[in-house]
């Protein structure tokens, strides 16, 4: 097998990993295809697509948190696992074609990459083909030979393999900008059904061992400046929407959960995609819930009720109650509890706090940073909101301007009808970071 049919292979099955935030690099035949990519001529030439489109060349955009796009070359090591869960298109009993890139192979080829200016990081996983440890240690070589011995310089984000050991996943962070491990399903009871060989303790005992060496490394550095780095850009995880029978509430909670505990930069969602739906070949596992399509107006409500945890300090049980634990797949998360919350409007801007202010739809982080600065030397007006960058066709029926209004919340039905579908405009949204 030559290296452009295994980079299309090996590309194509990472792409249901959204933790690296990509956004599609072209349409298939666009730009990087499989023979250029593998060095045979090329413009090299970039065009964007669709969240989560990624090109059989593997290379795929993301975003940093102040708005740079970035290129990764994103691949798994090997697409050959013997792990069945019912979800995965690699899995052991799918009919897919296998293939595995060497170490050398990779090593070389981010290189090039590299070298080209394709890419400026890549993005590394693996099917587990073999003992976690010796899969493991295929990625840390990796990163390590880039590092070492060809200078390599660009963004790594490595996945840990749960059941590596402690070594593995110090010396991951030691390579790699970034470590990820995935807990895929929200609890134990789905695992065992959909994924049976995986554990949750194990892929939790990742999670620590990866915030217990990166707590470890700051107190070192606060001795020694010149201590190695671990890890800089923190760990994330991903959870599959739509697989399984949890609620929004329960996915939300353990989110939230997941940030406080473990100090996650990033819970990542990815919509479901069925199997067969996809055709991605092979029959649909009957464990899974029968849909046309994946669950992408859910999957873009749990990133926004997301940004209100790490954004907005809403806490999980503020955002969803047990008695309607589903998100509003008509309003945005902080419109939809605005709403619920009459008694919390209209709020006078000129006099509310910060924490206050972040609670009003329509204003973002960053306008509410801009609006206490310019208060301290004026009062506001509806036309210095707008200058702000504030979107008054939602905050409109949420605030006042020393007893000023544009309209009111005096009917929320009316409201609601008026702001449904109105998609994302009550949150300023936090660009992807990788």
């Not at 298109?89 to 192979?105: G, H, I, M, P, Y």
């Not at 110090?170 to 060989?197: F, M, V």
């Not at 009957?286 to 990133?303: A, D, M, N, Q, T």
């Not at 706090?353 to 030397?377: C, F, H, Q, W």
């Amino acid at each position: 097998m030559d290296l452009g049919e295994k980079i299309s292979i090996l590309a194509a099955a990472a792409k249901y990993d959204a933790s690296c935030a990509s956004s599609g690099s072209g349409k298939p035949g666009d730009g990087f295809s499989a023979g250029k990519a593998a060095g045979r001529g090329g413009t090299g030439r970039r065009n964007g697509a669709g969240y989560g489109a990624v090109l059989p060349a593997g290379v795929c955009h993301s975003w940093t948190g102040d708005g740079r796009c970035v290129s990764l070359l994103k691949v798994l090591y090997s697409n050959a696992c013997r792990f069945d869960c019912a979800y995965c298109v690699n899995r052991v009993s799918a009919d897919t074609k296998r293939a595995a890139f060497t170490t050398q192979e990779l090593v070389d080829l981010t290189r090039e990459f590299y070298r080209r200016n394709y890419i400026e990081g890549l993005f590394l996983s693996s099917g587990i083909f073999a003992d976690p440890d010796m899969v493991m240690e295929k990625l840390v070589e990796t990163a390590r030979k880039l590092r070492t011995e060809e200078g390599y310089g660009g963004y790594i984000h490595l996945k840990i393999i749960p059941g590596s050991g402690e070594r593995l996943i110090r010396e991951a962070g030691l390579w790699a900008d970034r470590l990820s491990a995935n807990i895929e399903l929200p609890t134990d009871k789905s695992l065992r059904h959909l994924a049976p060989q995986k554990s949750g303790k194990v892929i939790f005992g990742a999670m620590g061992g990866i915030a217990e060496a990166g707590k470890e490394n700051e107190e070192d550095l606060k001795k020694m400046k010149s201590a190695p780095v671990f890890a800089p850009a923190g760990q994330s995880t991903q959870l599959i929407v739509g697989a399984s029978e949890e609620n929004d509430k329960q996915i939300i909670s353990l989110s939230g959960a997941l940030y406080r505990k473990y100090a996650l930069r990033r819970v990542y969602y990815s919509a479901f995609t069925p199997v067969g739906v996809s055709g991605s070949g092979g029959i649909p596992d009957k464990r899974l819930p029968e849909i046309s399509g994946p669950p992408l107006v859910r999957e873009h409500r749990l990133y926004q009720a997301d940004w209100l945890l790490r954004f907005y300090h809403f806490s999980a049980e503020e955002i969803l109650e047990e008695e309607s634990p589903y998100l509003d797949i008509h309003l945005d998360p902080k419109t939809a509890w605005a709403l619920k919350h009459p008694e919390r409007f209209p709020m006078e801007l000129n006099r509310a706090d910060y924490e206050e202010l972040l609670r009003v739809p329509g204003l973002g982080a960053t306008s509410v940073r801009r609006i206490i600065e310019v208060r301290r030397s004026r009062s506001l007006s509806f036309d210095t909101l707008r200058r702000l960058g504030v979107t008054l066709k939602r905050a409109r029926y949420f605030i006042t301007l020393a007893g000023s209004v544009l309209d009111t919340l005096d009917d929320p039905r009316r409201v609601r009808r008026i702001l449904s579908d109105n998609d994302g405009a009550g949150l300023q949204l936090p660009l992807f970071d990788f």
